[in-house]
């Protein structure tokens, strides 16, 4: 089992940046892909991007692509999610999520349903 947490969340005008940490602990010693995803009122959880067990692979929605940037320290149990040109739109319930991965496959998943383990989300509100 694998406990992941989020921080970093809050409020910031169109324009800004923030960057959303995800800290695990728990049974880290096996290996996993992770992934941001987020959620607005009414609307379906949405993939942002994801990354692979050793950071060597990464990948973005392109509704962020180009703003969004994922990093992760295996050493620290951490994955980042830095986030810049924030628009009204991003504003959403962001979660953080793992997925086992065994066999360290170069690769992360864009659906939810992949990911064995979540957050309990952060809140980020963007202003116009």
Do not use: H
């Not at 607005?40 to 050793?54: I, K, Q, Y």
């Not at 810049?84 to 998943?109: I, Q, R, V, W």
């Amino acid at each position: 089992q694998v406990q992941l947490v989020e921080s970093g969340g809050g409020a910031v005008q169109a324009g800004g940046s923030l960057r959303l940490s995800c800290t695990a602990s728990g049974d880290t010693r096996s290996f996993y892909f992770m992934g941001w995803f987020r959620q607005a009122p009414e609307r379906e959880r949405e993939f942002l991007g994801g990354v692979s067990w050793n950071g060597g692979t990464t990948g973005y929605a392109d509704s962020v692509k180009g703003r969004f940037t994922i990093s992760r320290d295996n050493a620290k149990k951490t994955m980042s999610l830095q986030m810049d040109s924030l628009k009204p739109e991003d504003t959403a319930n962001y979660f953080c999520a793992a997925g086992d991965d065994p066999f360290k496959t170069d690769t992360y998943y864009d659906t939810p349903d992949a990911y064995d383990y979540w957050g309990q989300g952060t809140q980020v509100t963007v202003s116009s």
